[in-house]
């Protein structure tokens, strides 16, 4: 068994990542800081991008066997203060709700001191417990299992240094928690949520994952394995993209999560939870931004064809713009991924150049500019954003308007494909080489790689062997 | 301008109509109490339809223009504070986060002293302030307007009485927010919303709803004029399904929302906002349940046809199987409401007659049940759940299977519509009559109409003139 160890320093050319990382999201209108501290505002392309991601995930849960529901946004004290005696190393930073009123009070409105909760409410930083405490009353036989549910909501956890998307207050995610008789069984769901993972964010995000288990210290605090799928972003550094846990029977015992199994006796379930968060949107951020802005995958991008009409406010305008609606009428018709291409046209009263480059920075995949002179000859000029630009200058395209239409859907599919291929190139180049034990790793990495993270030269990943935490025997090929 | 008027009472032969309901929410498995006081939990069954609610309703949201976003589930206390003064009849029971961290102190964990937060954070009830604040900073110009934003989330309001969907404490809805330059596009935008909400309610809920405007003393705080969509309930009474706003220049003026006109001064934006929520699942309990249980549209019915196996544990029982594999692959072959057949078959390890009321109970439109006699005849028997009884006797039906096969999506179109058909013969003929003034309301009703409901013949409900409330020079049309 083998794992991949990260080493930190840029890979690309950009002298301040974390930067470069915070204007791409604002420059492509992905999402914006709120007033409320640690908390952002996902603006509509930043949540197109999200409902895209969730509605391909979210087929692949319940194709899976996973049922949704939805389960309380508080979590009572009392079950926290169980959970903390189970559960070593758990997470204390937490939003508490303490009352249920407001009240003017001299002038100002605050806390109703007569509205105090006599049990203070925690807002979830994740559900093991709540959903626990269901699944004690609802699973009753080995009938009833394997019990599988999903719930996408949003969760809250206090963080002190926050970045969009990477690490915020409150975020979106999907948490998956099942229940099983076995270990087997439920180390397979274990794994089995870890490959939907891998293959989501490869096939849909175009980001190549390297998927494996946590060592000990690095667990969810509860779970016997922890296993996740790592990707590598362009400074280098790994972004933990998506978790799988193992918790044994922890939670079940905590939780009296018991079936009567065919012989009539009551055992302990055993659970998994798992999940992916909006923090996905800073990986694809992070994996294929490049100086212009983001890259989309078309796989992911709310619009992947967008027609920009040079308007003059001249006679020959209702002209371009009736090309253009035709243009767009039937890329629509068109199917790429198994849907509907999404083809946007855009008659925002602003200088075309000024949306050509709200586009670029966006990331729609393929941006068309039509003028008089297309419409003349029935062309189309466009530029493809994965591929933007010859040396300083930007690259653009001219192809009849038929062929043009006709070709759209396979370079959707090149231009994914494309994105997926750079960033497992760059993945697989900077795994730099194979060190047989702890004594090479210091060697090659040197005593800087326990300084300062921004001050060492990027030396690559490299991949070493490890041994494996106790619970190594549930595992069954999962690293 | 007429205006219906509710009475109570009941129309239907339940005499007790609240713990009707409640049997019918747990008996089809939509939801359950939750250990969080007045919270619920939304179990698989009573999840999926929401899902497809929000499918159908964020396709017709997004065809009107808007688009979706995510603002932050906590509010500053000054946000709200801030609306207190602009608003009056505001309502202060808020979940109120004080405190950021939990601490072990004498051996149980609580608040953290040292973690108070310097401003207190209200659990959002709704959105306006925080959506406000954002809009004072992203419209610049006349060119950025109309703005047309919705959100899909969660929103907390304490309630001391709950019921299930009906009134909780946390619920999930979808929440539009939008500007415009003046008070005739807004209002445009708020009377359109209304009658999105009510054809989606008739068309997709089957639910027959009277669109109209709400008194004054009814109106959202803050609101120039609310419109609602309501809807009569077995009981006889009105359900508010669904609200749309005209908030003037109030938030606005509160939030500094200002956009630059073409002769380039300042004014204040025109702002909207209207929601559906979770109380729609109610609103189907109510208007379709019957004494089996819930009666599904089968727009809205997550499994739309159910196979149930009658297995014996002998020889024969790999047939049926079979058979019954071979007819849910060919019914999710078929399509209707545009969408491909939502056919599951049952295999739970669980009696078929317990299986057969279990979805009887759910309310999925067609159950069918196939023994061995059905394989050996290409038969397939089945029941429609909008027409179960023939007196007390279970009415099942017998048809060669490949016409059974392509009959469905007729059938379930039939369903649909018939059962759209029975609630709007209820509403229409318990509008029992036209009065002309006040005095004729007092002398048909009596002086009973003011004491407790309950205790009151339900005497239907009657039109009558309304003198509106001030605003009304806006309104074209809605009433």
Redesign the interface.
């Known amino acids: 068994m083998q794992r991949a160890l990260s080493a930190t320093r840029m890979v690309g050319n950009r002298p301040n990542f974390p930067e470069w990382y915070q204007n791409v999201v604002r420059e492509a209108d992905l999402a914006e800081p709120?007033?409320?501290r640690g908390?952002?505002?996902?603006?509509?392309w930043g949540?197109?991008v999200?409902?895209l991601m969730q509605k391909d995930l979210d087929r692949r849960i319940k194709e899976t066997g996973h049922?949704?529901?939805?389960?309380?946004?508080?979590?009572?004290?009392s079950?926290?203060?169980k959970e903390?005696q189970h559960v070593e190393g758990f997470a204390?930073?937490?939003?508490?709700?303490?009352?249920?009123?407001?009240?003017?009070i001299d002038g100002?409105?605050?806390?109703?001191p007569e509205a105090k909760l006599e049990e203070?409410?925690?807002?979830r930083p994740t559900s093991e417990t709540?959903i626990g405490?269901?699944f004690s009353r609802w699973i009753r036989s080995h009938?009833d299992l394997p019990l599988l549910?999903n719930q996408w909501?949003?969760v809250?956890r206090?963080e002190m240094r926050t970045r969009l998307f990477l690490r915020t207050a409150?975020f979106?995610w999907q948490e998956g928690h099942t229940a099983h008789a076995d270990a087997e069984d439920a180390m397979k769901e274990t794994l089995k949520m870890l490959e939907v993972y891998r293959d989501f964010s490869e096939t849909v995000l175009a980001m190549p994952v390297i998927p494996g288990e946590k060592s000990a210290n690095e667990r969810f605090p509860g779970a016997d394995n922890t296993y996740s799928i790592e990707a590598m972003m362009q400074d280098g550094k790994a972004l933990q993209a998506g978790t799988s846990h193992y918790l044994g029977t922890h939670f079940a015992e905590a939780q009296n999560i018991r079936f009567q199994n065919d012989a009539g006796e009551l055992s302990y379930c055993h659970t998994t939870s798992w999940g992916v968060s909006t923090r996905l949107i800073g990986g694809v951020v992070m994996t294929h931004g490049d100086d212009d802005g983001l890259r989309l995958p078309p796989a992911i991008a709310p619009r992947q064809v967008v027609v920009v009409p040079m308007l003059r406010g001249k006679p020959e305008d209702a002209e371009v713009l009736a090309f253009c609606e035709t243009l767009v009428k039937r890329l629509s018709e068109q199917t790429a991924f198994g849907e509907r291409v999404r083809a946007l046209l855009d008659t925002?009263?602003?200088r075309s150049a000024e949306k050509r480059w709200n586009w670029v920075r966006r990331g729609a995949p393929l941006i068309v500019e039509i003028g008089p002179r297309d419409v003349a000859g029935a062309n189309v000029t466009y530029m493809r954003r994965e591929d933007l630009r010859d040396g300083d200058k930007v690259r653009s395209h001219s192809q009849g308007v038929d062929a043009f239409v006709a070709n759209v859907p396979a370079m959707l599919s090149e231009i994914q494909a494309t994105l997926y291929r750079e960033a497992k190139t760059r993945l697989d180049s900077n795994i730099t080489r194979d060190v047989k034990n702890l004594g090479e790793l210091s060697e090659y990495f040197g005593a800087a790689a326990a300084d300062d993270d921004d001050a060492v030269e990027f030396k690559g990943w490299v991949r070493a062997p490890w041994s494996a935490p106790t619970g190594a025997a549930l595992r069954d090929g999962g690293n």
Not at 120 to 123: D, K
């Open positions: 709120s007033p409320v908390s952002m505002i996902i603006k509509p949540y197109g999200w409902e049922d949704n529901c939805y389960f309380p946004l508080f979590i009572p004290l079950f926290i203060a903390a204390k930073e937490m939003a508490v709700v303490t009352h249920h009123r407001l009240k003017m100002k409105l605050q806390p109703d203070p409410l925690i807002v709540i405490d269901a009938r549910i909501a949003n809250v206090w409150e979106l925002k009263d602003i």
